[in-house]
Structure formats: structure tokens, C-alpha cells
């Protein structure tokens, strides 16, 4: 049990376009979403957490307008990277947790995003 | 916030040794530790965990130790194999149900 999924595994598009990524906790509802970047041989760097239904909280220093993130449901969550630059360029990974106050996360298989 | 501290940065060990990660965090309200193992291009996935109300944990050839007064707390692989070659990421609660992780170790196991 705990699974989650990614979608896409791997993206290329051009500089000034939008990506969406979608997340989703498979055999599980998900009242927490997390979505964290991670730049070659660092570590997780959390960028925003998620709640189904309300606005993501977003960690300091990430545009909040740049990457949006939507928790529409308990099982799926979307990071949309706008305006993508080459600086975007990163390993995206999203994980849940099954309720608010829950420690255990379960990741997903990430995104790796080109920007060319 | 939560500050965690992990050493060493890389870790090469022979087949067979003991392998020991350290990791330090700052705030004293942290209650869950969580191991992760990352191998390239994967998601990490957790190994083992460990709550303020324990000392020690042990599954198989992995154990976690937590010291609360200290602020620390560290994994032990015994017995390593090739395939535990991967990098390890400690991590530690940090407000609400947050993680704050480590830095990583990269650890090379040698046959």
C-alpha cells in the first residue's frame, strides 16, 4: 500500500512555456501533498505543501506565481511550473501523507524537467 | 525552523564492514526521524524511521539510534552489500508535518 504516482517521468519543452505535473496517491487518500525539487547529487529541497482544498503553503523564496499547485482532490495534486526558464531545469518530487498531522510521506517516482 | 546537519558527505565502506551515518538536528520540538534511501534517478524510499519516544530501532542489518538530550541521531548498516550503495538522507519533523532533510551521504559499498 502507498503508493504514489508522477506523470509525466520526464518533460522537455521551451523556455516561456507552462508544464503541468500531476501527483497521485494511488491506494491511498492523501490530505497532505508535498512538492520538493532537487538539483543533481542535493538534497530534497520542499518547495510548497498541499491540503485538498484549501491555498498550498509555499516555503520561502518560491514564487507561489511561478509554480502553482492545485489539490483538488484527496488523490491527486499538480504543480504547474509557469513561464518555464533553463533555471527551472530540476528532478520535481511530490509525496503524501495520509492526513495532516501523519510524519510518514511516500514519494513519487519525481519528474525531470528540461528547459531548453 | 529545523536545521539537520548530516555527515559524512560520502562514505566508502568494504563489503561486509559496518557502515554509520550521523545526522544533528536544532529543534528540540522534533519528534519523527526518518531514514531515506535514494538510488539515481529514483524516488527515495523510506528504510527505516524512529520516533522521540524510542532510542534504538532495528530491522534486519539496519538499526537507528536517537539521542534527544544531544540532538542526534544516526543508521547503522551492518553487514553491507553492493546493492546498499545508494545516497542516504536523514531527515527530521520540522513544523506541522513537514520534513527537513539532510544533505545526503553517497555511500559506496566495494566488493
Known amino acids: 500500500g502507498a503508493v504514489v504516482s508522477q506523470h509525466p517521468s520526464w518533460v522537455i519543452c521551451k523556455s516561456g512555456t507552462s508544464v503541468k505535473i500531476e501527483c497521485r496517491s494511488l491506494?491511498?487518500?492523501?490530505?497532505?501533498m508535498f512538492w520538493y525539487r532537487q538539483f543533481p547529487k542535493q538534497s530534497l529541497m520542499l518547495m510548497a505543501t498541499?491540503?485538498?482544498?484549501?491555498?498550498?503553503?509555499?516555503e520561502q523564496g518560491v514564487e507561489k506565481d511561478k509554480f502553482l499547485i492545485n489539490h483538488a482532490s484527496l488523490t491527486l495534486s499538480t504543480l504547474t511550473v509557469t513561464s518555464a526558464h533553463p533555471e527551472d531545469s530540476s528532478f520535481y518530487i511530490c509525496?503524501?501523507?495520509?492526513?495532516?498531522?501523519?510524519?510518514?510521506?511516500?514519494f513519487g517516482p519525481g519528474t525531470r524537467l528540461t528547459v531548453t | 525552523g529545523e536545521n539537520v546537519e548530516q555527515h559524512p558527505s560520502t562514505l566508502s565502506v568494504q563489503e561486509g564492514d559496518s557502515a554509520v551515518i550521523k545526522c544533528t538536528y536544532s529543534d528540540s520540538a522534533s519528534n519523527y526521524f526518518p531514514w531515506y534511501k535514494q538510488e539515481l534517478g529514483k524516488r527515495p524510499q523510506l528504510i527505516i524511521d524512529?520516533?522521540?519516544?524510542?532510542g534504538e530501532k532495528k530491522d534486519q542489518r539496519i538499526a537507528v539510534t536517537l539521542n534527544k538530550t544531544a540532538k542526534h541521531f544516526s543508521l547503522h548498516i551492518t553487514e553491507t552489500q553492493p546493492e546498499d550503495s545508494a545516497v542516504y538522507f536523514c531527515?527530521?519533523?520540522?513544523?506541522?508535518?513537514?520534513?527537513?532533510f539532510g544533505a545526503g551521504t553517497i555511500l559506496r559499498v566495494k566488493s
Open positions: 531527515a527530521a519533523s520540522g513544523g506541522g508535518n513537514k520534513l527537513v
Open positions: 491506494d491511498f487518500q492523501a490530505t497532505t
Open positions: 498541499s491540503n485538498e482544498g484549501s491555498k498550498a503553503t509555499y
Open positions: 509525496s503524501a501523507s495520509r492526513d495532516s498531522v501523519a510524519y510518514e510521506q511516500y
Open positions: 524512529i520516533r522521540s519516544n524510542v
